[in-house]
Structure formats: structure tokens, C-alpha cells
């Protein structure tokens, strides 16, 4: 038997007692029946918990919901029959096993309470989800879940790639001289150390320090890499699982808003505004439903002309930037091409301008998609956010895109010098001015808003923090980030500390400039398309420039540890040359040469992918038929279960003492306001008095069928 | 705080941890946190219960909607007064916690919203239930009319068997189904 039919058993006694035993005598029982009952199957309760080991039995007992001192009931009694059953089996191993469990299990609560007292920002994320609620909490959420994949990149990168560079490097200095604009642009200084690719040499030729260099690289950065990707895809599916598949996806649900209640906010004045929040979206639902949705044709045509025009503007403004960065870009070349002294200060300053109009087209273009929707006409205020988040990223990825373009077509064959130094250098400026715009949008966005809308124009109010804007920030400053990982080991360094400053900077300003979001729920599902979003576009996006640029580029010639190979991929097959000669690795060399290297194996791999997709599919249609038939199954069997216990009832009243049926009008069922047609319900209406006492419907029903249940097994024992 | 009453035997307190979902720091928190609430006299008590009053003069339940029923769910008192002993508060805390299964928030939540004890959500429980919710002053209510209509979208939903209430599987069916109650229904101290 399952811990669901215990847990049954554990709601017995607080669904029944409570009725009173007015209504107990009402239908024929005493209150010592009951509780011989309840006791019956308590014992039984505790003989299932006696034959589960010592961790299930106390997993068990605490998912009990019964009061504490009925647990340790329960849980004496269950010690006390194990005792004695070992009583008999009184061997030392027995004894010794069961310690080594107990001081096991002791070390696990241990270290996990020790866990917990180290979490980071433990208390500070408490206090945001007790003012501003869950959906804001998840922001800084996932900001905090960004910092844990960027301080794993940057330990790895450091201990398999930085310190052995060091080490092989240490006693030489870079001969530029170090201004402070190098923290700003990343040239300079900074572009002869370990922070970019030119910074590492393969040193096994030269020196005696036997470290390869291009296989550790290689390597280190590829299993950063599908570590990634692994946890994402499992992040992913489980959270789309939790959230999408296993709930309820009807707009407006009420039951939904209702359960949604954060009982962790404690602010008097939050409560009372999430109250009539919530009461003004039941009312916007509620009208929703009642409405019609008839339009006529015109107003519909014109709908649909409105919708297509404000695509089209979004595409021309998203396209139009592209095209403006794209020049710049190649501006930017032809500077390089031009100047002759590449120390120049106000050289390197200018190399900002393309971050700069980056970071301005992020910020400004986002403002103008949400000014247009304001004039498109949405019915559902959800499909709104999802159309303002699709335009948002497409207009960020694409901008991305000519970007990873013009790297990988113009800079490999038009700069001079260590190209894959430069391409470093340039996502190190873009993360550092979208820091600088991340702050910028702060101040502007929260802060003056605020200001504005309590001084200025008060109708406009307080702001709320713009949760999409945010995290879709995040995204596409993590994304930079995972593009950079080749090009700058270093660069998760950076993205670290941006994402630390960033966390509290925007504490701060949530705090004094926003208000709790007015439209409550579907926090969970907005989570799982912002995890969705990191792996689709974000992280395969950057993944295939990193395989591009490893697989099909030519490493510079002058620096990095790549120099000479033709492609960086080809580190790999010279190793595998070179172990192919080791006869104990040949089956090594074996898998390398008919498992990656050929082209058949991933035919096959991904022939039997789609078979097995559309296996699963056809499970997940057959399961969806069984859901709606399980559900007119158990109508049916409501319905029996009720003309069953009338008939039991009849009989009852039929077989009790005068003195019974005198003061029992038999029970009264409620009378039924729900209209559904029904056509037993009708024989089963009987006078109703609503002021008397009734038995409530199914513990009633769940005593009649115990009673049943025990005349039965007493008479089984007869035979 | 300098009375040995005060202080938490080691084996109560492993007891503790294994019967309910606290760690060792959250059950030495919520006992900090109960002894500061007793009367002093009550402080050399045996088993000391505190009257509902002042468990409701803290910060995490006072603006609570449901704070007088979470107190009367989860009080082992015989008069049904909503007092607490600190087991009671353990129970109570152990429930809200992080760590606790969907199944146990699901049924102490049907717990907390069956006003009248009975067993089943009703019509007039859910009409409570939303009245609590929404506001209880005339001007924040539900006209009867909407009130009728959200009742009937709401047993429509749920109401599996068509019986015109909801049990308790009925609940948890519909709680499995809104991902964001388990992450709300949450009381840390």
C-alpha cells in the first residue's frame, strides 16, 4: 500500500471528530465505534511503518499531517514493536549497522543545516520576497543562479588555464604601462596578459614544463561548456514539466488566483494592496468571461492591419540598428588599418563608440516595442508580455548576430594582430558599458520615475520593477559572456563581480523607487521561459560561434597557443596521432576516429532520436484520452457511491430503535444551488432545513462505509 | 533568557528534527522566538501555552489573512481557543517550511480554508474564502452576483464528482495543478 492511503488514515481523526457527536448519534453511531476505528487503524498504520527501514519510517512519519504529539505516538509504538521484534535477533553486526545509519544520518542533517547557514543572501532575498512578493523574488533568483555558472567558469578557467600560464610566464612584464582607462576599453595593458587568448602560449617546445597548453585550453572550455548545457536542459525540462505540463493553463483561473496568496508577505500596507489587486483581476476575469467576442469583421480586419504594422515597424527598427552597427563596425576596422601608432589614448577611447550605440540601441529601441503595444489592442494581457519578450529578444539576438558576423568574416582576415585578442577586448567593453547602462536604466527607469510620478504628474504613481526588461539584461549579458569564454578566459571574472555590484544596486533601488507588482501569479511560468531563453537562443547561440570559430577558423598566426594549426580542432587530432601509437589507448583512438569523426554515426544517432520522439508522442496522446476517461469514471462512480449509501441509510433507519427514528428525520442532503443537470440529484431532495445540524456529505459517507467495511471483516472471521 | 528552562535538551531536540521538516537552527529560532512570547510566570511551565493574542502579535502572522485560522488549525487545545503549545508552533512552522512535501501544505491549506470545520469546501466556506481575500469592508466586496458567478467558475473547475463541494482530494488535485502554491505558501521566521 502506498503513503497516500496513509496519509488517508492520518486525516480520519480530524475529519471526523469535529462534526460533533450530535452528528455522529444522527446516524446511528457512538462515539466509542469511532474511536475503536480510529484505533484499528492506527495499528494498522503502525505495522505498514514497522516493516519500512529506519530512513523511509522516518520519512513517513513526517509526512503525516497529524499533530505532533500523535507522531510521537505513533512513533513509540513503531520503536517498541521493532525492539521487540529484535529481541529475538540480537546479533552485534544488527546493533552496529543501525549506529552506523544513525551517526550517518545525523552527519546529513548536519552538513545540511550547515549548508543553509552559508547560503548567500539568504536574508536579504527573504526580505524582497516578503515585500514585493514571488515574482520579483525570482529575479534576483535566477541573478543569483547566473553568478553560481559564472563563478564555476571562472574557477575552472583559472586552475586548468590561467595558473599554468602563469607559472610558465612568471618574471616576464608587458612592456605598455598601465592608465586607468584600461578597466574601461580592456587594450592596452591588459592585452599582452593572461585576460585575452594572445595572453597563453603552448609551451611543451621550448620549455621543460611538460603542460599542454592547447589540450588543456581545449579541453577545459568544452566541458565548462556541456556542463552548461547539461544543466540548463535539466533546469529546463524540469521546471517546464513542474510548471506547464502539470498545471492548469486556462487564463484567469480563479482557483489559481486564490492559492496564489503569498503568506510570506508581512508588510501591512503590501497585503492590503495585494488584496485589492487581487480582487480587481477576479473582476477583470470574471468580466472576461461573461463578455462576448463577437467583433465584426471590420473591427477585426482592422485588428489584424494594426498588429501587422507595428511587426513590421519592430522589424525595420530592430533591422535598421543592425545596419547602423554594422557600419560602425566596419568603421572601426578601417581605423585600425588607418592608424599608425596603436598606443594613441584617444584611439582606445573611441574604440568605445560601438559598445556605447550597443548598449543605447538595447535600451532605447525596448522602450519604443513597449510604446507600440500600448497602441496595439490585447485581449489577453499574458499574450502581451509574450509579444513584447519575443520582440525584445529578437531584436537583442539579432543584434548579437551581426555582431559574431562581422567577427568572424572581417576581423579574422582584416587586423593585424592577434585577431581573437581584439574579438576579446570588444565583448569585454560591451560588458562593461551594458554594467554602465544596467545602472544607467536603474537610475532613469526607477528612480526618476519616481520622482516624476510623486511630484511631477501624479497620475502616472509609482513605478513597478520591470521584471521582463531585467532579466532579458541578464540574458543577454550572460550570453556575451559565454561568447567571450574563448576569446577571454577571464572574462566570468568580470561578470562575477558585475552580477555581485548589480544585486544590490538593484536592491537598492527596488526599495526606495517600486511598488509590489499589481498583476499577482504566473511567476512559475514566466521562470520557466526565462530558463528557456538562456539555453534557446542565449547559450546554443553562443555555443555554435564557439564550435564555429574551433572547428572551421584559422588561429593568428602570431600569438595564442594555437599558432600554426589550422584549425584549433586540429590540437586534438594531433594528439590522437600521437596516442594512436600507444597501443593501450587504441580504443581511444578507436572511438575518436568511427564515432566523432564520422558523419554516419550521428545519421544513425539522430534516426533513432526521432524514432523514439514519435514513440513518446504517441504515449502522450494515448495518456491524455485515459486522463478524460479517469475523469468520467469518477462522476460515475460519485454518482453510485451516493445512490448506494441511500439505499444503506434506508436500511438503517428501517433497522433502528424506535427511539432512534423518533428524533432523526434521516439525514438531510444539502439542496442543491449547483446547476448541473443531474437526474438523480432530484429523487434524493427531501424537505431541507438549513438551520438544523447537518452531517456533512462525505464523512458521513466515509463512517457508513467503515461500518460497512468492518461488518464485513467480522464476518469473514466467522468463517 | 539566563533560566535552564530556556534551553532546549539535546534529545527533544533531535526528536524535533526528526519529526517535522525544521533544521536545527530554525527549531533553536522558533523556540528563541516562543519563550520570548510567554508571560514569565508561564516560563517555568512544563508545558507552557500561549493564548492566540499573543501569537498573533507576530510580524510574520499579523498581517496575515488566515492568522486566526492557522492558529485554531494547528492548536491541540480541548477548547478550541487557538492557543498554541510549542510543539503546536513546530507544527505550525514545520508545515510552512521550505522542506515540507506538496501533500502537507496541500492539506493544511484545505484545513485552513474549511471555516467551518466540516470536511468539504462548501459554498459558504469559498464565499469566505474570497471574502478574506478580496476584503471584508462593503466597498472591497464582491457584488453577490459576482460572487455567485466565481463560486460556480470555482466548482466547475474542481468539483470532480459534481457533488457541489470540494474535498480534500478534489484540493490537492487542483494544487498539483498552480505551480506557484507550494513557492507561496511559505512562513519563515
Same mark, same amino acid.
Given at each position: !500500500? ?14 471526523? $471528530? ?24 492506527? &495499528?494498522?498504520?503502525? /505495522?505498514?511503518?514497522? *516493516? ?15 499533530? !505532533? ?41 548536519? +552538513? ?6 552559508? #547560503? ?10 516578503? #515585500?514585493?512578493? *514571488? ?57 599582452? *596578459? ?63 488566483? $486564490? ?5 510570506? !508577505? %508581512? ?7 495585494? /488584496? ?31 498588429? $501587422? ?20 563596425? &566596419? ?32 535600451? %532605447?529601441?525596448? +522602450? ?126 568580470? &561578470? ?9 544596486? /538593484?536592491? %537598492? ?40 570559430? %574551433? ?22 587530432? $594531433?594528439?590522437?596521432?600521437? *596516442? ?66 441511500? /439505499? ?36 434524493? &431532495? ?20 467503515? !461500518? ?12 | ?16 528534527? @526528526? ?16 519563550? @520570548? ?153
Amino acid at each position: !500500500m502506498g503513503v497516500t492511503s496513509m496519509r488517508r488514515r492520518g486525516t480520519l481523526k480530524t475529519g471526523l $471528530l469535529p462534526g460533533g457527536n450530535v452528528a455522529l448519534e444522527k446516524i446511528g453511531l457512538t462515539e466509542e465505534d469511532v474511536r475503536d476505528e480510529i484505533m484499528s487503524e492506527e &495499528q494498522d498504520l503502525v /505495522k505498514e511503518l514497522v *516493516t519500512m527501514s529506519t530512513r523511509e519510517c522516518i520519512q513517513a512519519i513526517r509526512d503525516l499531517p497529524m499533530c !505532533m504529539e500523535d507522531k510521537k505516538n505513533i512513533r513509540n509504538q513503531v520503536l517498541a514493536s521493532k525492539s521487540s521484534k529484535k529481541g529475538f535477533l540480537l546479533t552485534c553486526s544488527a546493533d552496529c549497522s543501525e549506529q552506523i545509519s544513525l551517526s550517518l544520518r545525523r552527519c546529513g542533517v548536519g +552538513l545540511s543545516s550547515a549548508r543553509q547557514a552559508v #547560503r548567500l543572501w539568504q536574508g536579504t532575498m527573504k526580505e524582497i520576497g516578503g #515585500r514585493f512578493g *514571488t515574482s520579483v523574488l525570482s529575479y534576483f533568483s535566477f541573478l543569483k543562479w547566473l553568478l553560481m555558472f559564472n563563478t564555476i567558469s571562472f574557477l575552472v578557467n583559472f586552475g586548468f588555464i590561467t595558473i599554468p600560464q602563469l607559472v610558465q610566464t612568471s618574471g616576464r612584464s608587458p612592456d605598455v604601462r598601465f592608465t586607468g582607462l584600461e578597466l574601461i576599453t580592456g587594450a592596452g595593458y591588459f592585452n599582452q *596578459t593572461v585576460m585575452y587568448y594572445g595572453g597563453y602560449i603552448n609551451g611543451t617546445k621550448d620549455s621543460d614544463f611538460k603542460y599542454n597548453m592547447q589540450l588543456a585550453y581545449f579541453f577545459t572550455i568544452a566541458a565548462y561548456l556541456v556542463l552548461c548545457g547539461v544543466s540548463l536542459i535539466y533546469s529546463m525540462a524540469r521546471s517546464f514539466r513542474r510548471n506547464f505540463v502539470l498545471s492548469d493553463l486556462s487564463s484567469g483561473s480563479a482557483w489559481r488566483l $486564490l492559492c496564489s496568496w503569498d503568506f510570506s !508577505m %508581512v508588510n501591512e500596507r503590501a497585503v492590503r494592496q495585494r /488584496k485589492n489587486n487581487l480582487r480587481v483581476q477576479l473582476k477583470e476575469s470574471l468580466s472576461e468571461m461573461m463578455q462576448t467576442n463577437f467583433l465584426p469583421v471590420s473591427e477585426r480586419m482592422k485588428q489584424l492591419g494594426i498588429h $501587422l504594422c507595428t511587426w513590421v515597424v519592430s522589424a525595420g527598427l530592430a533591422a535598421g540598428s543592425c545596419a547602423a552597427i554594422y557600419y560602425l563596425c &566596419q568603421y572601426n576596422l578601417q581605423q585600425i588599418k588607418v592608424s599608425q601608432n596603436p598606443g594613441n589614448l584617444k584611439e582606445e577611447a573611441s574604440t568605445l563608440l560601438l559598445p556605447f550605440v550597443v548598449s543605447l540601441f538595447n535600451l %532605447v529601441i525596448p +522602450l519604443l516595442y513597449s510604446l507600440l503595444s500600448k497602441v496595439e489592442n490585447y485581449s489577453n494581457p499574458r499574450f502581451q508580455i509574450y509579444v513584447i519578450i519575443l520582440r525584445n529578444v529578437f531584436l537583442k539576438m539579432s543584434i548579437l548576430s551581426i555582431l559574431c558576423f562581422h567577427w568572424v568574416n572581417n576581423v579574422t582576415t582584416n587586423v593585424p594582430m592577434c585577431w581573437e585578442s581584439y574579438v576579446g577586448q570588444d565583448l569585454y567593453r560591451l560588458v562593461i558599458v551594458n554594467f554602465f547602462f544596467s545602472i544607467f536604466g536603474s537610475f532613469f527607469g526607477e528612480f526618476l520615475r519616481r520622482i516624476i510620478g510623486t511630484r511631477c504628474m501624479p497620475s502616472i504613481g509609482i513605478p513597478e520593477f520591470d521584471i521582463a526588461t531585467n532579466v532579458l539584461d541578464l540574458i543577454y549579458a550572460q550570453t556575451l559572456t559565454w561568447i567571450g569564454i574563448y576569446f577571454s578566459p577571464l572574462l566570468p571574472l568580470i &561578470q562575477m563581480i558585475k552580477l555581485f555590484l548589480l544585486f544590490y544596486l /538593484k536592491k %537598492v533601488s527596488l526599495n526606495r523607487n517600486c511598488q509590489p507588482p499589481r498583476r499577482s501569479g504566473r511567476a512559475a511560468q514566466m521562470q520557466t521561459i526565462y530558463i528557456a531563453l538562456l539555453f534557446f537562443p542565449s547559450f546554443v547561440g553562443a555555443l555554435s560561434l564557439v564550435a564555429y570559430t %574551433v572547428w572551421c577558423l584559422t588561429p593568428s598566426d602570431s600569438c595564442g597557443p594555437f599558432q600554426g594549426l589550422n584549425t584549433t580542432f586540429e590540437a586534438v587530432s $594531433l594528439w590522437m596521432e600521437d *596516442t594512436a601509437i600507444i597501443s593501450e589507448f587504441s580504443w581511444a583512438v578507436w572511438i575518436y576516429s568511427h564515432m566523432i569523426k564520422s558523419e554516419l554515426f550521428f545519421f544513425l544517432l539522430a534516426l533513432i532520436f526521432l524514432v523514439l520522439i514519435y514513440f513518446f508522442w504517441q504515449i502522450t496522446q494515448g495518456r491524455k484520452m485515459l486522463i478524460i476517461l479517469l475523469k468520467e469514471q469518477i462522476i460515475n462512480e460519485g454518482k453510485d457511491k451516493a445512490f448506494l449509501l441511500e /439505499k444503506l441509510r434506508t436500511f438503517q433507519n428501517l433497522s433502528l430503535v424506535p427511539y432512534h427514528a423518533e428524533n432523526v428525520h434521516g439525514p438531510q442532503y444539502f439542496e442543491r444551488t449547483y446547476q448541473t443537470e443531474s437526474d438523480y440529484s432530484e429523487g434524493y &431532495q427531501r424537505g431541507a432545513c438549513p438551520e438544523e445540524d447537518t452531517p456533512p456529505f462525505a464523512s458521513s459517507a466515509l463512517m457508513q462505509a467503515m !461500518m460497512a467495511r468492518r461488518q464485513a471483516e467480522e464476518e469473514d472471521e466467522e468463517y | 533568557m539566563g533560566t535552564s528552562a530556556s534551553q532546549l535538551p539535546k534529545d527533544l531536540l533531535s526528536e524535533y528534527q @526528526e519529526l517535522t521538516f525544521l533544521t536545527k537552527q530554525e527549531i533553536l529560532l522558533a523556540h528563541k522566538r516562543f519563550t @520570548e512570547l510567554l508571560a514569565k510566570d508561564d516560563r517555568s511551565c512544563s508545558n507552557p501555552r500561549l493564548p492566540m493574542s499573543r501569537i498573533l502579535t507576530l510580524p510574520e502572522l499579523k498581517s496575515n489573512p488566515f492568522k486566526e485560522r492557522i492558529c485554531l488549525v494547528f492548536s491541540t487545545s480541548d477548547n478550541k481557543d487557538g492557543s498554541l503549545t510549542f510543539e503546536d508552533f513546530l507544527d505550525l512552522l514545520s508545515a510552512f517550511s521550505d522542506s515540507a512535501t506538496s501533500d502537507i501544505k496541500s492539506h493544511y491549506a484545505f484545513r485552513i480554508f474549511d471555516f467551518d470545520d466540516d470536511g468539504t469546501l462548501d459554498r459558504k466556506d469559498l464565499e469566505r474564502l474570497v471574502n478574506c481575500l478580496t476584503g471584508d469592508t462593503d466597498e472591497t466586496r464582491l457584488t453577490s452576483d459576482e460572487m455567485k458567478q466565481l463560486i460556480n467558475n470555482i466548482l466547475e473547475e474542481s468539483d470532480i464528482d459534481k457533488d457541489g463541494t470540494v474535498n480534500l482530494s478534489e484540493f490537492q488535485h487542483v494544487i498539483s495543478r498552480s505551480p506557484d502554491f507550494v513557492s507561496s505558501f511559505k512562513i519563515v521566521l
